[in-house]
């Protein structure tokens, strides 16, 4: 570089300098720049030795390339200078624009500090501004933007001419190391952004892979697997359904996606559905399949989302537990049913017997006037002599008489009179005058009178018990035995309502239970059990004839189901003795 008394600057030195900086933006890592940096000081500006300093995330400075001395380079290249020593030096000497140059007589101070030196030999300095091999000159490097934040230092050593840099060669050196710094600066950028192509890609690969495995475990599951949907007007619908649901549906990918769930699901089963929450929902219900039938499958959801912020569907697995749901179902039934006739058993019976009593027995000192009045407080007509509830305008629905404890509902057609339904005296006014009583939702259970038919219906309890059966099962076996009572379970089955229950109790005893019968009913009912009964039954070839004996009880809010069948056994054996021996003869 030339003196600063130099009037001119030689085109060739400009030339150095134009090309050290373009060699800077032709380096294509951060470390291939740093070196080039270090280079362009010795070849370009022509100093003997160039030293880049760069700061790293702690703070400190590191060298980081190192140019003109190779052993110099190996010496002292990564080695670390902390951050609070450079910022010693560059508080230190004279402040030539933007550069710090310490002479050696303020030098030697630094001689101990921790920050890697290295210096060239040469003699003692003749002239003022001569270089002397203490002396030292730093040119910082601050990232763009018009701040402080600094991103390194370079510090060069023993100008080729042996004097101190002029206007024009401290002119250089700044404006070298600003190039420098933008230099640094892009090539992070790019080692920033390829890394994070490079760790993109290998997320996408990644996700990739991951998809790839996803639609490989979702398409060849063995149970049934489907997307559906999550929010907005199409909540549920079904976006994507595996071959294994589209078999246990019976549908094509391509009917199904036309559905959700809710449109598949048996209408029993849609409050289920309903009830299963989306995020590890769980739910056993029937599906249905395009033959009309429905499948009993089990359901689990799971939430997914397709990206961070975007949109969540429902991953839902279907299982078929068709097989699981029909041995529980058939266990329930055994446990609840008669093996040899398929009659609801003991248990069965009292279980809805049970149901259909309280504890509470029914008054029926009040009538509806009275307990709305009671609760309401209105006394002065509360009282009314002679106010029957048996009135014709406080009948019940006339269709109104109530299921069986099954839940299945009678026809109001089977019995003459059933029509009638409950008489609003079978609520306990006490429980409608009572405080929350005037919603009391339980139906009482009351027994016509036996006196006086006031059209009250009841709850009739038919307690039958075959005559002559034991003498069918000693003379012909155990064989005709069951086959006879086979056939008297079907035709007391055939002669009741589809909401009556027909129980076999044990042995050769069955209990009907009928719902919304008078008196008179339940006895025209247990006639015509009887002659359905007594004509002959065929078993292998013979023929064979039963009689039947019945005994009506009624059941009543405030008796046990023990009280109940007890009153219907004592009424039967009363009926029993009362009709000669010829009369019961069978067999």
């Known amino acids: 570089m030339e003196a600063e008394s130099e009037p001119y600057v030689r085109l060739a030195t400009m030339r150095q300098l134009h090309q050290a900086v373009a060699d800077l933006n032709t380096a294509r890592s951060l470390a291939d720049t740093l070196q080039t940096v270090a280079d362009g000081i010795v070849t370009g500006l022509g100093y ?49 624009d933007q550069l710090r140059f310490i002479p050696h007589t303020e030098g030697w101070v630094l001689l101990d500090d921790d920050v890697p030196q290295w210096h060239t030999e040469g003699p003692e300095p003749r002239f003022e501004d001569e270089w002397h091999p203490l002396d030292r000159l730093y040119a910082p490097m601050y ?64 996700l990739r892979a991951s998809e790839e495995s996803f639609r490989q475990a979702f398409e060849y599951a063995p149970s049934g697997m489907a997307i559906a949907e999550m929010g907005g007007d199409q909540h549920g619908r079904l976006l994507r359904t595996n071959d294994a649901l589209c078999r246990l549906l019976g549908r094509p990918a391509s009917v199904l996606r036309r559905y959700s769930f809710a449109d598949l699901v048996h209408p029993e089963d849609i409050g289920t559905l309903l009830r299963t929450s989306a995020e590890g929902g769980r739910a056993e219900l029937r599906l249905g399949r395009r033959d009309g039938t429905y499948l009993w499958v089990s359901l689990r959801n799971s939430v997914v989302a397709d990206t961070a912020d975007g949109p969540r569907f429902l991953l839902t697995h279907v299982e078929d537990i068709e097989e699981r749901k029909r041995h529980e179902l058939n266990l329930a039934h055994r446990a609840s049913h008669d093996a040899l006739t398929g009659l609801p058993n003991s248990a069965e019976l009292r279980s809805r017997l049970s149901a259909r009593l309280c504890e509470r027995p029914h008054s029926p000192a009040a009538t509806a006037i009275e307990a709305l009045d009671a609760a309401y407080g209105d006394v002065e007509s509360s009282l009314t002599p002679g106010y029957q509830s048996d009135a014709p305008g406080y009948q019940s629905d006339a269709h109104g008489y109530q299921a069986d404890a099954s839940g299945h509902q009678g026809d109001p057609h089977a019995y003459p009179g059933d029509a009638h339904g409950y008489q609003i005296d079978g609520y306990d006014a006490e429980a409608v005058a009572a405080p929350g009583g005037l919603y009391d939702h339980h139906v009482h259970t009351v027994a016509p009178d036996a006196e006086h038919d006031d059209g009250t219906k009841g709850l009739a309890v038919l307690f039958c018990d075959l005559d002559g059966f034991k003498s069918i099962n000693d003379r012909f076996g155990h064989h005709t035995g069951d086959a006879v009572l086979i056939e008297v379970a079907r035709r007391l089955s055939t002669c009741v309502r589809d909401g009556d ?34 004509p002959p039954i065929r078993v292998d070839g013979r023929a064979v ?43």
């Open 545 to 587: 004839r039963v009689g039947a004996s019945f005994g009506i009880g009624w059941a009543e809010c405030g008796m046990t189901v023990e009280e109940v069948l007890r009153s219907a056994d004592q009424r039967m054996y009363v009926e029993k003795r009362s009709r000669s021996k010829v009369h019961r003869r069978a067999g």
């Open 48 to 96: 003997e030795l160039g030293c880049v300093n760069l700061v790293r995330p702690d703070g400190d400075l590191v060298i980081a390339a190192f140019a003109g001395n190779s052993a110099a380079e190996a010496l002292i290249t990564g080695r670390v200078g902390s951050r609070a020593s450079w910022e010693r030096r560059l508080s230190m000497g004279e402040s030539w």
């Open 143 to 206: 990232a763009s933007g018009g701040g402080r934040d600094l991103l390194g230092v370079i510090s060069v050593d023993r100008p080729r001419n042996g004097r101190r840099p002029g206007a024009w060669g401290r002119e250089a050196l700044q404006m070298y190391a600003s190039q420098a710094a933008i230099a640094i600066s892009n090539a992070r950028l790019r080692a920033n952004m390829q890394r994070a192509l490079v760790r993109l890609e290998r997320e996408q690969q990644a």
């Open 501 to 534: 229950t027909v129980a076999r109790l044990g042995g050769d005893e069955f209990v009907v239970l009928a719902d919304g019968l008078g008196a008179a009913d339940a006895a025209d009912l247990a006639v015509r059990l009887r002659n359905a009964i007594i």
